[in-house]
């Protein structure tokens, strides 16, 4: 059946950092593919998808680029803040939208 | 523009007693509705789905149950709660059509089992 696998975490950068968080996949066909972020205390809230392969979905700072030929979708930043601290989820779904979930990577970002 | 309730927030509950969450949503008519689970330490994993009132499905063999009395309310149950059923719960809900693939989630329920 259809997988995601993201790197474990914690994941702990300094404010001003690069972030890459790694997400590959299995799945037949084509499917959709997601970042949902949850920041402490909340639900799960989209940050950015991608839908056919070399779409580039970006959001916040945040850009994912759908590698077909690697099947992968890694979460890229150029520089964190400490509001970034949170748990990402990589995600993929196919048409009948039922969302397969990575096990999160959580990401402290500190001053 | 379309919003999701999901309560109560957090509940604590002891082993034996019943559970019951519900979820709303707003703005839009005929939406696919879906309960997931995170377990501490573990990713989200969907339970139940629904695209019409009073059609469920299951995705994993468990101690809980889903109705979907009305178009936009989805009820997450259990007749006896499990220290295992312990996690956060999720209601989500999707357009009909989505053709933009894409689900939305509540706030979550928090719920521990002691």
């Keep these: 059946g259809d997988s995601v696998t993201q790197m474990e975490g914690p994941v702990t950068l300094s404010e001003e950092a690069f972030l890459t968080i790694n997400c590959t996949y299995t799945a037949t066909g084509y499917p959709s593919l997601f970042w949902y972020v949850q920041y402490p205390g909340e639900g799960l809230q989209l940050l950015l998808k991608a839908t056919k392969a070399d779409d580039k979905g970006s959001n916040k700072g945040f850009e994912a680029t759908y590698r077909k030929e690697t099947t992968s979708f890694h979460l890229e930043k150029g520089s964190v803040q400490v509001s970034d601290s949170a748990v990402y989820f990589c995600a993929l779904s196919h048409s009948f939208q039922k969302l397969v979930f990575g096990t999160g990577t959580r990401l402290l970002v500190s001053p | 523009s379309q919003t ?35 377990a501490a330490g573990r990713g989200l994993q969907l339970l139940f789905y629904s695209v019409g009132i009073g059609q469920i499905s299951s995705e994993v063999p468990q101690n809980l149950s889903a ?30 059509d989505n053709s933009g693939n894409t689900i939305y989630f509540g706030e979550g329920s928090w719920l521990t089992v002691v």
């Design chain 2, 4 to 38: 999701i309730h999901q309560w109560p927030a957090t509940l604590v509950q002891p082993v034996g007693s019943p559970l019951s969450l519900e979820c709303t949503v707003e703005g839009t008519s005929n939406p696919n509705l879906y309960w997931y689970r995170q």
């Design chain 2, 67 to 96: 109705s979907r009395p009305q178009d936009r309310q989805f009820i997450l149950s259990s007749k006896k709660l499990l220290l295992s059923d312990s996690g956060f719960y999720l209601c989500a809900w999707s357009p009909r």
